[in-house]
């Protein structure tokens, strides 16, 4: 069945399940990392990795490839899976998350990992470096586009501002960020700790065109990508209304799992609710 | 006094960009509100399309800059030294040097020589800064000539580089055919001798060639090294000064920690090597506003106290 654009919304959730399942087993075996800010952000980069931009995994430097920046590095683990199950690697190194010798560390660096295009970690820097690639993009007449997922606490560093001055000044219509709208960082709620809101006004307010979607609803997703590809003029902000922690419920909007990784039962609760999950998803395909 | 023909570096920049930017179609420049000053204009002037103005906003524009590298460009990125290097510290870290991105940061206006502006615009740490960035070439040209092939071994060469020059015009050293052979990582041995060896870098290798006549004068034989890679570090020249002289002096338009003096110091310590030394420099200050000649003098950085140091350290 396909339900929304020749895509059918159930394999992209299964695809999903998949990647939250890879992001629990590596954070567990690494023992450090990131969960919370990376369930979150599954859904996005499903739909942008499995149904809608132009990549090959063979070729990851094609100079003709859409980019994906991810400038909250620290969702790193969401990234690894999904370029994994997109053939950029072996699935198999996941396994290897931020172990000496290996290829993939605690935050994406671009030398390290084939599909990674930026070194993030240090926050607020994405953006800026989506500006340079959709610069060097208009320059050579290529007709790519740059998508960058940005936090929604990140947006408390200045630099994402300089760069979203600076991309609506160059109308920069080949950019498309996104802000992972999950309500929290570390300590606590985003209006708590450093006021966001109006969020999208902020962005309007700097020349973008800003669209809002459920970031866990698939078709939401992809009908704003397509819309924010064909807006021209202006570079265009999709704030992903989403839930930290989603798909594994006692992670799901609990700060605690931010930068805390599951211990052995809470790994074992996650995999059996996350099981259950694909199980039903495999039975309506 | 000097009777050299006085350039200034800057337009000898402006000038290798152009040069350059007909060469090499994916070179491209960008500048953060200062291109009349960095004399990036002039490549704007010429080639508009690739040239972008950034705004007062560094940290975007390194980062912007890293991006254009991961697209095949070679981004010229250009502002004050001190914003070029201390306020984007972080940005160049991750974007450009753990990136290992094809980024050549060139800025002006580095040292004390910037003159009434003050401190808050006189970098005297951005060697140091940069010194430390793994994946860093550091490079600071002593004269127009010499910054002109600089800029055109920036261009043609890989990896991520910093170079700074000063504000102010200065003394011609070389002819074109005395720089068509150097190399990035090699010092040049400008001045031949056997007592005393100068080390100098970029602003202050005119002084130090001053103080070589000078010394002459006095029967003091100095050799004079223009060191215009601080980074990497040409290790085995400053250990053959060190054994073939009987001493060695440090001359840069910056901090004594952390730039050339520094890594003078840290040579000669790791080869066991016990000699007579002195970094000249900023010694661990910020300055203050003046007229550039008046505070080399206040602070001790011309002729005159290369004279004294070697004089100094020889007896």
């Not at chain 1, 708590?192 to 006004?201: Q, Y």
């Not at chain 2, 070389?174 to 100068?198: A, F, N, Q, W």
């Amino acid at each position: 069945m396909k339900d929304y654009d020749g895509k059918n919304i159930n394999e992209l959730e299964l695809t999903a399940v998949k990647v939250r399942k890879h992001i629990i087993e590596m954070l567990y075996r690494a023992k450090s990392g990131h969960p919370g800010g990376s369930l979150s952000a599954v859904d996005a980069l499903v739909a942008l990795y499995f149904a809608h931009m132009k990549f090959n995994p063979k070729k990851p430097c094609d100079p003709n490839r859409d980019r994906f920046i991810l400038s909250k590095g620290h969702a790193a683990p969401a990234l690894y899976a999904v370029l994994a199950e997109s053939g950029y690697f072996d699935i198999k190194e996941l396994k290897n998350l931020r172990e000496a010798n290996c290829m993939l560390q605690g935050h994406p660096v671009c030398t390290y990992v084939p599909g990674v295009e930026a070194s993030t970690g240090s926050l607020g820097h994405g953006l800026s470096f989506a500006n340079g690639v959709a610069l060097a993009g208009k320059l050579d007449k290529k007709d790519y586009q740059v998508y960058c997922m940005m936090g929604d606490g990140e947006t408390g560093e200045g630099q994402i501002w300089e760069a979203a001055a600076v991309a609506s000044h160059y109308k920069l219509d080949n950019i498309t960020g996104m802000v992972d709208r999950n309500f929290l960082q570390i300590d606590g709620n985003t209006e708590d700790v450093l006021s966001l809101e109006p969020v999208n006004e902020r962005w309007k307010s700097f020349g973008w065109h800003v669209l809002e979607v459920n970031g866990h609803n698939y078709k939401e997703i992809l009908r704003a990508l397509k819309k924010a590809d064909a807006y021209k003029k202006k570079p265009t902000l999709i704030v992903l209304n989403t839930t930290k922690g989603k798909g594994v419920s006692f992670m799901e909007n609990n700060v605690d799992f931010h930068g805390v990784p599951p211990n052995e039962m809470e790994r074992n609760l996650a995999i059996k609710e996350l099981t259950i999950a694909e199980k039903r998803l495999e039975a309506l395909i | 006094m000097s009777e050299k023909k006085m350039v200034n570096p800057r337009n000898a920049y402006g000038e290798a960009l152009i040069e350059l930017g007909k060469k090499h179609k994916n070179l491209v420049v960008l500048d953060a509100d200062l291109s009349k000053s960095t004399k990036t204009i002039m490549f704007a002037k010429k080639y508009p399309e690739r040239f972008f103005e950034m705004g007062i906003a560094e940290a975007n524009m390194i980062s912007t800059a890293a991006g254009m590298a991961s697209c095949g460009k070679i981004p010229f990125v250009s502002t004050f030294a001190v914003f070029a290097t201390g306020r984007v510290y972080d940005q160049i870290r991750m974007d450009i040097a753990y990136s290992d991105a094809n980024v050549k940061i060139f800025a002006t206006h580095g040292g004390i020589s910037v003159g009434k502006d003050g401190a808050s615009h006189q970098m005297i740490e951005d060697l140091a800064l940069m010194r430390v960035m793994p994946n860093m070439t550091v490079i600071a040209p002593s004269d127009a000539t010499q910054t002109g092939r600089i800029v055109q071994l920036m261009a043609e060469e890989e990896g991520p580089m910093y170079a700074r020059v000063g504000r102010a015009d200065a003394p011609l050293i070389y002819e074109k055919s005395d720089v068509k052979d150097i190399k990035l990582g090699k010092g040049m041995t400008i001045r031949d001798g056997l007592d005393i060896t100068i080390i100098a870098t970029g602003t202050m290798v005119e002084p130090a060639l001053e103080a070589q006549k000078a010394l002459k004068k006095e029967k003091i034989s100095a050799r004079v090294i223009d060191m215009h890679t601080i980074k990497p570090l040409d290790e085995k020249l400053v250990i053959k000064c060190a054994k073939e002289t009987n001493g060695i002096i440090t001359a840069e338009e910056h901090s004594v920690i952390g730039g050339l003096g520094g890594a003078v110091a840290e040579v000669l310590a790791e080869n066991n090597i016990s000699t007579k030394f002195y970094r000249m420099g900023i010694r661990d200050i910020f300055c203050e506003s003046g007229a550039p000649a008046e505070l080399m003098e206040k602070y001790h950085l011309n002729e005159k106290y290369i004279v004294k140091n070697a004089q100094r350290i020889l007896k």
